[in-house]
């Protein structure tokens, strides 16, 4: 189950999921063009692919997106929690709203996905949980206070899991994406862009291709002994955080 | 249903759930001591129960489930005063 799978880092996620043999679930929140797009991409790479409606902020959508996905492929025993928005703004001029709807879906909808996949999990004795964090958890981002937050809300929500779940064989792990060529960052200015480029020591962005990789190194047999890492996907823009 | 009926289903659920033998799952069984189940499994055994006999065991009562007779009692109690939830969907057991 791959959620914000309509597009960019979900939709590689999915794709590359896909192609180490998934079957995958493919949530979105309201692009159903996109969702679309992201089963085609999918099935392209030889997989399968369900597309589910739902917004990951509301519990009772997120537990009928698992259960379409379980009644199609069985239980859920891969979870990457990816769905996130951004409503920037400086804090003096943040209202609640921007706050609080991304902390609903950025925070809480990962919550809300990963409850509701546990029990398949442990009842498995395997699983796999990948959230998307983002480089702005550890370093801030002026303009982001509710999006860092957020991010950072998920660092300690995926380290509880991996020590709460550990026994079973679930493993639980963030990748922190630095900035990334997607339709969040294709709504930066050119000058935001090229002062974000030029502090990161590799020198360019980053694809949603190459996080989609390190998702899905985390969610394969190979990564069985790694769990509650934040593993960095920025380009170098991080390091000493 | 009587609590011999309860105590059965919940032996059902204990196998299940735990993966142990039927026989070690007497009334007096103790999930920690006998059953050899830790947090989790204690979870994963009361959201069976909850399941099986639609009723919601609050949070605050799992640490209350020592043995497989508590456990039992705790479902009588929640039947008998269903929660919300278990009242909703217009089904008991």
């Not at chain 1, 209202?95 to 996905?113: E, I, K, P, Q």
């Not at chain 2, 659920?13 to 007497?26: D, F, P, Q």
């Amino acid at each position: 189950m791959v959620t914000g799978a309509s597009r960019g880092i979900g939709r590689a996620c999915a794709t590359a999921l896909a192609a180490d043999g998934h079957r995958v679930g493919v949530c979105f929140g309201h692009d159903d063009r996109g969702a679309a797009e992201t089963c085609a991409a999918v099935e392209a790479a030889g997989g399968e692919a369900l597309a589910v409606k739902a917004d990951v902020a509301d519990p009772a959508a997120v537990d009928a997106a698992f259960g379409q996905v379980e009644e199609a492929f069985g239980k859920v025993e891969v979870l990457v929690a990816n769905a996130g928005i951004n409503r920037d703004g400086l804090i003096m001029r943040m209202d609640d709203d921007a706050w609080g709807s991304v902390l609903r879906t950025n925070l809480d909808g990962a919550f809300h996905a990963i409850r509701r996949a546990a029990p398949g999990m442990l009842r498995a004795r395997f699983g796999r949980i990948v959230t998307v964090g983002s480089v702005t958890a550890l370093s801030g981002s002026a303009g982001q206070a509710n999006y860092a937050a957020a991010k950072a809300g998920l660092i300690g929500l995926t380290r509880a899991m991996a020590r709460e779940l550990a026994s079973r064989n679930v493993t639980a792990n963030l990748v922190a994406p630095g900035p990334i060529t997607t339709a969040m960052t294709d709504a930066l200015t050119d000058e935001r862009r090229q002062a974000m480029t030029g502090q990161v020591p590799l020198g360019r962005f980053g694809t949603a291709e190459e996080v989609a990789a390190v998702v899905a190194f985390l969610c394969s047999d190979a990564a069985g002994y790694v769990t509650g890492a934040v593993v960095p996907v920025d380009g170098g823009l991080g390091m000493g955080h | 249903m009587d609590r011999q009926e309860v105590l059965a289903k919940i032996a059902d659920a204990a196998v299940e759930v735990l993966g142990v033998e039927r026989e070690l799952v007497t009334e007096n069984a103790n999930f920690k001591d006998d059953l050899d189940a830790d947090s989790l499994d204690l979870v994963e055994f009361v959201m069976a129960v909850e399941e099986q006999f639609d009723v919601s065991i609050p949070e605050e009562k799992l640490e209350g489930i020592g043995t497989v007779g508590q456990a039992a009692d705790m479902v009588i109690a929640a039947q008998e005063s269903p929660a919300p939830s278990a009242a909703e969907s217009g089904t008991s057991a």
